[in-house]
């Protein structure tokens, strides 16, 4: 049964509805604030039937502290003294409605039940949302593209394994990210995950960086420093840009992933370490290793579970809700409030081919955000390579106009763009409109008031 607490000053009230609800629901009665908070945060209650003059206590306040320890409750406000501003300030306040003494059994009845319909439904909106989430993103990854979900798989399954993980893809794909998700999804969560850019490095200071040394191993060395390798024991080390990394060093990487031991520079000792290598390269290793400028060791070492990170061109699908994450996540970055774009900036956005891929799509809307002056992003705000010409005009041949329909965009958005572009040339006509396309003007209504409800054409 729902439980069901009644908060009242007056003894009587709360034991006639008790007596008359307690066939339906399991029912706790308070007196007053203290014993009203108390049970609320000690029992499961799922509705509640609050006075609005509690003794010294007011009940606007009270309801306040009980949506602070449950928010989902549903609350019930009632009182002797009903008016418009008590109501309105009651609702405003998180209560679901409001009821006038003396009560009326019938009504509380009819309410509770519309009360409790509500939170269910609530719940079920709750759950589904968290799903979609789910579907949506992955430890940081954005996506619900197919190729997205593949990944979330392929990580889900390596995360808490040892095996060494070499990941591919282009410049701005969000190696990283993947390398960061397969750790703190993993069971080494809890252990250090170290990040090395073999790029950035000069040779020697990336050997020192990763290996250590002993004191007076080098001019300089004034005393033992513990390499990156030994302080990631029991954790992640990511090796960023492993094609860059020098000859001679992939051959003491080798030795460290094949012994799981690191020996210092001047030092004698090796000493064991557990560490899980995960390593990134936007080269092609293969190629690499072919002109000798790779060990073919050690590639097939790190490439025991190759993993992929897509191009933004293969996952277009993703580019609203990349978009929707940069505006939110930029506008808290800058202090700015809450930024949509216009339908004309989508389109552009959506048209643009991203060689960047999800990186340079970042670098536009922080670019947008910060250059906007209102809420609303115009194509005036973007940069001039996104802007500089309508969407349409791209592979239009000459003497033609067209819509831009770029390879692996979804066939939902294509149908949207034609839709929208020929209605706009026919100056809002529906029915021409709706006869070019060869659909009825039911189902371009249907398509239209899809599109204006949904946030990638608010």
Avoid at 88 to 114: I, S
Avoid at 183 to 206: D, K, M, T, W, Y
Avoid at 402 to 419: D, H, K, Q
Wanted: glycine residues 8%; aromatic residues 6%.
């Amino acid at each position: 049964m729902p439980n069901l607490l009644i908060v009242d000053d007056e003894p009587a009230i709360c034991a006639s509805l008790s007596f008359a609800l307690e066939d339906d629901y399991t029912v706790w009665t308070a007196g007053d604030e203290p014993s009203a908070l108390a049970i609320v945060q000690q029992e499961a209650i799922d509705c509640v039937l609050l006075d609005l003059n509690l003794g010294h206590t007011c009940g606007l306040d009270l309801l306040a502290k009980l949506k602070g320890v449950k928010p989902d409750v549903t609350v019930i406000m009632m009182t002797a003294y009903g008016t418009i501003e008590s109501s309105v300030a009651a609702m405003k306040a998180g209560a679901y409605h409001y009821l006038t003494k003396p009560l009326h059994l019938d009504e509380v009845r009819l309410l509770l039940n519309k009360a409790l319909e509500f939170q269910h439904l609530h719940r079920q909106v709750k759950v589904l949302s968290e799903a979609v989430k789910q579907q949506q993103a992955y430890a940081g990854l954005i996506g619900k593209s197919q190729p997205m979900q593949k990944l979330y798989q392929l990580i889900e399954k390596v995360k808490d394994i040892t095996s060494s993980i070499l990941i591919t893809g282009e410049s701005g794909t969000g190696k990283e990210l993947v390398a960061r998700a397969v750790h703190f999804q993993g069971n080494r969560r809890h252990a250090p995950f170290s990040v090395v850019n073999c790029a950035a490095i000069p040779e020697q200071l990336l050997e020192s960086e990763l290996f250590g040394y002993e004191k007076g191993a080098f001019t300089g060395a004034f005393q033992r420093k513990i390499g990156l390798f030994e302080r990631s024991h029991g954790g992640t080390v990511f090796l960023d840009e492993i094609g860059e990394m020098p000859l001679a060093l992939q051959a003491k990487l080798l030795r460290v992933i094949q012994e799981r031991t690191v020996t210092p520079l001047g030092g004698y000792e090796a000493k064991e370490v557990d560490i899980r290598i995960i390593a990134a390269t936007n080269r092609n290793l293969e190629e690499e290793v072919a002109r000798g400028a790779f060990r073919e060791d050690l590639f097939y070492r790190l490439n025991v579970i190759p993993i992929r990170t897509p191009a933004l061109r293969e996952r277009r699908e993703d580019i609203p809700l990349l978009i929707e994450h940069f505006l939110d996540l930029y506008a808290v970055n800058l202090g700015k409030g809450k930024k949509v774009c216009s339908p004309e900036a989508l389109k552009r956005l959506y048209a643009y081919s991203y060689p960047g891929n999800v990186r340079e799509l970042a670098n536009i809307v922080e670019y947008a955000v910060a250059l906007s002056q209102g809420e609303i992003i115009t194509t005036e705000d973007l940069p001039f390579s996104v802007s500089e010409r309508p969407s349409g005009s791209r592979t239009a041949p000459a003497g033609q106009e067209g819509v831009f329909i770029p390879a692996g965009m979804s066939l939902e958005e294509a149908e949207r763009r034609i839709i929208l572009y020929t209605l706009e040339r026919n100056g809002g006509h529906r029915k021409k409109t709706a006869d070019q396309l060869g659909i009825s003007e039911r189902g371009l209504r249907q398509k239209l008031k899809q599109y204006l409800e949904s946030e990638s054409f608010s």
